[in-house]
């Protein structure tokens, strides 16, 4: 069936927060197609996912070229999807996607060099069908190559208008100062940071937020549920289809084993404050305004829900304040 998208998806929860010092104003909740779009997935349920959320205002999708199993696959499954339905759309969607990680073989597949980096948005936009992605990130430093070149390989990428923008990602607070100054200085200013960060991986509260904020570069935050385990997923056992029973998810049993106890107590918390746990932990990462957009991923539609309404709640008191760093920190 085509998709006529809905009339009010600017009318939704989701507020739109403007990224650092730029142009550009994100959702405060992004989805990303790291899991649950890839060829082993299936594609109708990708779809639903992907109509609800820019039904309901979520129209930031982030990739990258390494993002399926297979690697590539969840670019391909986008671009067939992204045909079907969001073309028509094309000017209300920041597109991401990213270069960094293993993707083919020899001295030019992974890492930060122009060669890689330029060759693997080639090949992301062709999986894709696209003529430009909004925003072209360098998925991870290179500690052997010359911060300069990864950074020209990025104001190349722009200036050649296959990005609209540059980003990193996974850049210590220090480096991220530096790629800064070197993009500032080639005329193409780093739009966004994409770290890490939740409840349970705090380490850009140690000087990358604040260098961010200095710069003037956005923070979209990855992973906010750690892959689930700040959810209700886990707390009766790895249930059929979940991450941690995957053999292919990035969530591991152990680490679900060792965050229980915690995600019990924050549980507790979730329900006076009358959210779920998801809810509240998407809420506790918003209440911070440096944080531009908070990036999921979901397996369902029903999830996706359930996240969304994390936004209508982003207060906290400073007892819960408390409680929940009692527990984080036990
Ligand atoms: N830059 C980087 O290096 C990097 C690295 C990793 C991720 N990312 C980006 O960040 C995005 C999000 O990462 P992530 O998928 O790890 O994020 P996440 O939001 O921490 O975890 C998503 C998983 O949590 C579970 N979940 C979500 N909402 C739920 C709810 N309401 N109730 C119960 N369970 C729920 C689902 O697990 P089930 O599948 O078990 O249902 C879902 O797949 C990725 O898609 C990617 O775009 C970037």
């Known amino acids: 069936m085509s998709y006529l998208a809905a009339d009010e998806r600017y009318d939704s929860v989701i507020k739109y927060r403007r990224c650092g010092r730029s142009g550009i104003r994100l959702p405060e909740i992004s ?16 779809r639903a996912m992907l109509r609800y959320a820019f039904d309901n205002g979520i129209n930031h999708f982030d990739l990258a ?48 060099s122009r060669k890689y980096l330029i060759a693997s948005l080639d090949q992301s936009l062709k999986r894709m069908g696209l003529d430009y992605v909004d925003i072209f ?26 990005a609209l923008y540059a980003g990193i990602s996974n850049y210590p607070a220090d480096l991220t100062k530096r790629a800064s100054a070197i993009l500032k200085q080639l005329g193409t200013p780093c739009l966004i ?20 904020e200095n710069e003037g570069i956005g923070i979209i935050a990855f992973s906010p549920l750690a892959q689930g385990l700040l959810t209700d997923r886990y707390l009766n056992g790895i249930p059929e289809g979940s991450r941690a029973a995957k053999s292919w998810g990035y969530l591991r049993e152990d680490q679900v084993g060792t965050a229980l106890e915690k995600v019990k107590k924050l549980n507790e918390i979730a329900k006076l404050r009358n959210q779920s746990l998801a809810q509240m932990a998407i809420a506790w990462l918003l209440k911070d305004q440096r944080i531009t957009s908070v990036l999921i991923g979901a397996s369902s539609v029903s999830q996706l829900k359930d996240n969304l309404d994390s936004t209508q709640n982003l207060e906290f008191s400073d007892e819960e304040l408390m409680a929940i760093e009692l527990i984080l920190q036990s």
Request: hydrophobic share 35%; aromatic share 12%; glycine share 12%.
């Open 65 to 112: 070229n390494n993002y399926g199993p297979p690697p590539g696959s969840a670019e391909e499954n986008f671009g067939i999807l992204l045909k079907k339905d969001f073309l028509p759309y094309r000017d209300e969607l920041i597109i991401s996607t990213k270069a960094g990680y293993l993707m083919w073989p020899g001295p030019y597949g992974e890492w930060g």
């Open 137 to 162: 990130y360098s998925h991870r430093p290179d500690p052997e190559t010359p911060l300069e070149e990864t950074m020209l390989a990025l104001d190349s990428a722009v200036r050649s208008g296959k």
């Open 31 to 46: 989805l990303g197609l790291w899991h649950n779009f890839g060829g082993v997935d299936v594609l109708e349920t990708g």
């Open 193 to 212: 940071h994409q770290p890490k960060y939740s409840m349970f991986e705090r380490w850009v509260e140690n000087g990358l937020l604040e260098t961010a």
